[in-house]
């Protein structure tokens, strides 16, 4: 039944889009009618996911990863509201400090590690030392 | 008598990779109990409870009085403050380049930060040529237009002021061929804000030929795809970016050397709408999203509190990891 539905829905708007043009009339009320509220959706629900499972975070066992993680996500949060930039003086600085530096740090060293262990794969398979299971 | 110690040392290879597999099972299936086995899935309640606060808060400053809960007025960063220069700098009917590279979910961040930016744009009469790597975005960049045109009073006609030449295939290659001799979008996808067909738009030059690049974009990857691929060949030309919170900090170390100026969130958004003038007294939207966000992190400091209270209560000998 789904199926059924997802084909009828993606013919009719590959004929809308075809008839009218990608930027048509028909074709901008189905995204602005559908598209983009079910995306925006689809964010706010993930948004009380991740803010209810953030919560249960502590409660699955203490330890420091979890502890860290839990206080960096709060502080970055409160940064973005800008809620105690007016309290604290130096606030802003300290949260743009830490997601200038330490977040752009460990995002280029996750982006490296992935890039090293890509090409390590590709080596492994041009070297032929990496085969496959089954042969 | 060879091909059987070959044949033994396979089958001894093969029983060793057998019992690693075992084990990498065993190991899945043992995290899993101990995952089934704690409260730690939280219950509907909390979920239901969250969404309620949060929606309360997001829409309290639509209903209360205006100036009860007034926005705090933004900072003024260093980098919006070179945004606002670059943009004051353009000449008179410049042509400006605005890559429109965001998903519809962020449309509402990100149509915050980029409207005021247009209108001051329109006011000074650029000459908008509108492009995107994702095929939602020729749509998103019609909304943009027809939001500032409305907003402004002032119908920008295509495709003499605004031209929106739609979807670039092939992703980073795409970006490089604009970048490298323009005139890969194919003129005839070029659509009049009606969506009709309107008079053939002019071959879009390369990157280099306008006086400004603008990217918009939710997206750190395709942020620096347009840094990568057509930085380079700009010579001269000015790149600046407006930046979703959440991909502003993996492009920010190129602020200042390949990106001129860059706006991240709606924070440094609403900077750069006061300082150009767009900026309303009593800014609802603003005090709608800093009072969610900050009820947020008091909901989850709550919930966390409750769930550490419940696990104590139902193991009591445990107490804490």
Known sequence: MYSLVLLVVLATTLAVGLAYGPTGRPAAWIFSAIVMPAEISLLAGLAVTLGVLAAG???????????????????TLLGAAGALSDILPGFSKLQYWVSAVLGVGAGRGLLLGVALGALAAGLKAIAGIDRPYGR | MNVTIDNNDEFDQAQRKAAGLAEIIQAERDSNSVLQA???RPTAWQRILFTVVLVAAALAPYFLPEGRLPASPPEFPAGVQAFEQIIHALPANAAVLVAV???PAYSGELERLAQPVLLDLMRRQARLVMVSTLTTGPLQAQNL?????????YPYQSPYEV?????IPGERSGLKKLAAAGGQTDPESGYTLSGAAGLAPPMLPSASDFDLLWVISDNPDLARDWIEQVGPSLDGVPLVMSLSAQAGPLVRPYAGS??????VGLQEGAALEGWLGFMQPNDQTLASYNLATS???IMILILVFLNVLIRRRSS??????
């Open chain 2, 163 to 167: 031209l929106n030449l739609g979807y």
């Open chain 2, 316 to 321: 009591p000998g445990q107490g804490l990891d």
């Open chain 2, 38 to 40: 704690g409260p730690k």
């Open chain 2, 101 to 103: 590279e965001y998903q």
């Open chain 2, 258 to 263: 390949q990106v001129q100026a860059m706006v």
């Open chain 2, 145 to 153: 237009i027809i939001a500032a045109s409305q907003a402004d009073g």
């Open chain 1, 57 to 75: 975070l502590l409660a699955r066992g203490w330890n420091w990863f979890r502890a860290v993680l839990l206080i960096t996500a709060l502080f």
């Open chain 2, 295 to 297: 009820t947020a992190v």
